[in-house]
């Protein structure tokens, strides 16, 4: 167990639905990071935020946002939701925003029909 | 800009086999490189890391060493449980740009 929670587990909706999903970093972490991995794309690092600020951009789609709230956990917002857009998406946390070692959560599986 | 290649699974071994997955990665500057393993239905684990040229990063009888001579980190195991199986990603971070960046993984199959 890494510590760092996602909810929900799995997620089933229609294309042109707006999901959110949910992260929790670990204990002590300030640095919260996205991923998304499908297998046509594998891991594609969308976002980081640190401390409640955006700090890095991956391949992020426009129809995607995140934020990351004082009490540090996060949420990933995709709106207007394509077949392609499901994934598997991975959140990860971090102590800081320059430490290289980050920790996986179980990931939430979004499945778009 | 920064990249990792591994190579391309599925690999099946028997149990207590040798195993070696190769890894290589193009980067500016000097960045810190890392395994991942992926058991089936879970997220990603940390499994080993390194830091700097000829660190040796292990775990759990995995091991693999920073070569930046060949800019290599490959993995090897030398003797494999059926436990073992799963999906393993190579990494590295920093280089051009302070984010993980993750080979395509390699899907590793024990037999009993």
């Known amino acids: 167990d890494s510590g760092v929670t996602q909810t929900p587990k799995h997620l089933i909706t229609a294309t042109g639905q707006r999901v959110t999903l949910r992260c929790s970093p670990r204990?002590?972490?300030?640095?919260v990071y996205w991923y998304q991995q499908s297998l046509d794309q594998g891991l594609q690092f969308l976002i980081q935020?640190?401390?409640?600020?955006?700090?890095a951009k991956g391949n992020i789609l426009e129809r995607f946002s995140a934020q990351q709230f004082p009490d540090l956990h996060s949420e990933l917002n995709l709106s207007s939701l394509e077949l392609g857009d499901s994934a598997l998406y991975f959140c990860?946390?971090?102590?800081?925003?320059?430490?290289?070692?980050?920790?996986f959560g179980p990931g939430t599986r979004l499945t778009v029909l | 800009g920064d990249s990792v290649t591994q190579m391309e699974g599925p690999v099946t071994l028997s149990e207590e086999a040798f195993l070696t997955i190769n890894c290589t990665y193009t980067a500016t500057g000097y960045p810190s490189l890392f395994w991942y393993v992926q058991y089936p239905g879970e997220g990603l684990q940390l499994l080993l890391k390194?830091?700097?040229?000829?660190d040796k990063g292990s775990n759990k009888g995995f091991e693999a060493t920073y070569r930046k001579e060949t800019t290599s980190f490959h993995l090897e195991k030398g003797s494999v449980q059926v436990s073992d199986s799963a999906v393993y990603f190579c990494?590295?971070?920093?280089?051009?740009?302070?984010?993980?960046?993750f080979g395509t993984g390699t899907l590793l199959a024990v037999q009993p």
């Open positions: 935020y640190y401390n409640g600020e955006e700090r």
């Open positions: 990860a946390s971090s102590v800081d925003d320059s430490t290289d070692t980050q920790y």
């Open positions: 390194a830091t700097k040229a000829d």
């Open positions: 990494a590295l971070y920093g280089g051009a740009t302070n984010k993980l960046i």
């Open positions: 204990s002590g972490d300030l640095s």
